[in-house]
């Protein structure tokens, strides 16, 4: 059984190719392509179009291989949608989760409905770019938008309606818009009309493994390729990061490493409690009735920007390049909160964390080596504080860490995770997202039988490296002086 899954990230997608050959999986990376957001005027925006054009260049190498595909699946980042009109057209571009049009709503949201009932309804964690807080923005601004939208849809419903003229809204990104109650299993209403919006814009929501369509007739005549069925599946992409973890055991703790740094533990029903909400923690739904209780860490973005600022400045470094002079600059040097606001929005950021170790009273990195030793330093110091809260918050004790994604390409940062939290990281599967999109097309096609079956699989087909702790001593007198500096209590 073939099987196409996209998979699109905050700075690039793929399209890859899964095989499931004598219980091991084969992936295969067909097409890969850049998703550079694209600033109009005082906007930050997605050019979704491209991204639809993208996904019909990875079939048209489908096909150009002689390949007949089984289904296909796509997931991406969470929280950022578009809406529909009466004519069945996209009305804009949709905004970037790191526009600058969500500014202070939240707190406004907040203070106007309160957060404890904000929290009691969706179980989600209060980020300022949640869709709750854009879509608050959005009818703050008037937005024309607003005036003609007729249906609401998050990025990969829209590109899957774009693929099969269907709309659903999927369940795993539906949760993370803060508008979802998961113990009501619906939308909201309440909550959405409170921010002044019409419930009726919200659709079907259907869950991971769902038949939603198959490519429509324009897109097969288009190509020159015949039907394929089109599956929902954990369409956030850290839902299916998180459903390809290959732990053996079902208490586990998971760090899904990319743009962002994504902590916690996978529990069977959301955790809404005022320990949960103090520590701001969130539940967004899974595959299979599984919800994630976790914490969202600013994650490589901090870096990525870096070298992106260098790049500006006429520096270009490649990550393995950066990571060698970290390797080699003073250890503990500096620390910042990887989670200030500082850090969130687009920008200098090697000047940022200039800033933050001035305002802080440290010492600030002069150059690319101290800068990235002191974010990867304080990305691996900040996962020891939310591991920690998990425990507390899950009343569990981990005796190790997974790591999955991009991120753990970075062996200085998976071994550093592991000094700092003195317990084993073990690091596989890279491709986390795309796998967990795939198993959940292969359990849908009846190829594996559910969840667990197919983590064993995951862990038969795909090297897990395993770190050990390494001058835990150091580390821990660090992880004291990396919280006084950043007031992390
Ligand atoms: C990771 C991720 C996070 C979400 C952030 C914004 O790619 O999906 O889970 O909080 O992007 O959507």
């Known amino acids: 059984m073939t099987i196409l899954a996209y998979d699109l990230g905050a700075s690039s997608g793929r399209a890859l190719l899964g095989r499931l050959n004598e219980g091991k999986i084969e992936v295969e990376e067909l097409h890969r392509f850049p998703n550079d957001p694209v600033q109009v005027g005082d906007r930050l925006q997605w050019d979704i179009l491209r991204l639809l054009h993208e996904l019909k260049q990875g079939l048209l190498k489908v096909k150009h291989r002689g390949i007949k595909l089984d289904s296909i699946a796509i997931d991406s980042w969470a929280v950022d949608f578009g809406f529909i009109g009466s004519n069945g057209e996209l009305l804009g571009n949709p905004y970037h989760y790191r526009d600058h049009h969500t500014d202070g709503v939240m707190e406004q949201v907040v203070e106007e409905l309160s957060a ?16 709750i807080y854009q879509l608050a923005a959005l009818k703050r601004a008037d937005s024309p938008l607003l005036r003609d939208a007729k249906h609401f849809l998050m990025i990969p419903d829209l590109l899957r309606y774009f693929l099969t003229g ?5 369940f795993s990104n539906a949760t993370t818009t803060q508008l979802y109650n998961p113990v009501a299993g619906s939308w909201d209403e309440e909550l959405i009309r409170a921010i002044g919006l019409s419930p009726e814009w919200f659709g079907k929501v259907v869950q991971p493994g769902a038949q939603v369509g198959q490519l429509r007739s324009s897109v097969c005549a288009e190509l020159g390729i015949e039907p394929v069925p089109v599956y929902a599946v954990a369409e956030h992409d850290t839902g299916s990061a998180v459903a390809a973890v290959p732990a053996l055991d079902r208490s586990f703790a998971y760090l899904s490493c990319g743009t962002w740094s994504l902590m916690g533990t996978e529990v069977s029903g959301p955790v809404i409690n005022d320990l949960a909400q103090e520590l701001n923690f969130t539940n967004e739904g899974g595959a299979y009735g599984t919800y994630r209780l976790l914490k969202n860490i600013m994650g490589l973005w901090i870096l990525q920007e870096c070298r992106r600022s260098w790049e500006r400045a ?6 393995p390049e950066l990571v060698k002079l970290a390797n080699v600059a003073e250890p503990f040097a500096a620390f910042i909160d990887p989670d200030d606001p500082l850090f969130l929005h687009p920008g200098d950021m090697p000047a940022r964390i200039a800033e933050y170790c001035k305002r802080t009273g440290q010492k600030v990195p002069a150059e690319a080596g101290t800068t990235v030793r002191c974010i990867l330093e304080s990305l691996a110091l900040k996962y020891r504080c939310v591991l920690e809260l998990t425990e507390q918050l899950s009343g569990q004790s981990f005796n190790g860490l997974h790591m999955v994604g991009g991120g753990i390409q970075n062996t200085l940062l998976c071994q550093w995770t592991s000094n700092a939290i003195g317990k084993p990281v073990w ?63």
């Open 427 to 489: 690091a596989g599967p890279v491709e986390g997202s795309a796998i967990g999109n795939m198993i959940v097309q292969w359990i849908a096609g009846g190829k594996l039988s559910d969840i667990w079956e197919a983590r064993k699989v995951i862990r038969g087909s795909f090297p897990v490296d395993v770190y050990e702790p390494v001058h835990h001593k150091e580390w821990d007198n660090a992880y004291r002086s990396f919280r006084e500096k950043t007031g992390i209590a």
């Open 166 to 170: 269907e709309m659903f809204n999927e």
């Open 314 to 319: 006429g520096i270009s470094y490649d990550f």
């Open 116 to 131: 404890s009932a904000i929290f009691a309804k969706t179980g989600i964690q209060f980020l300022p770019f949640n869709t």
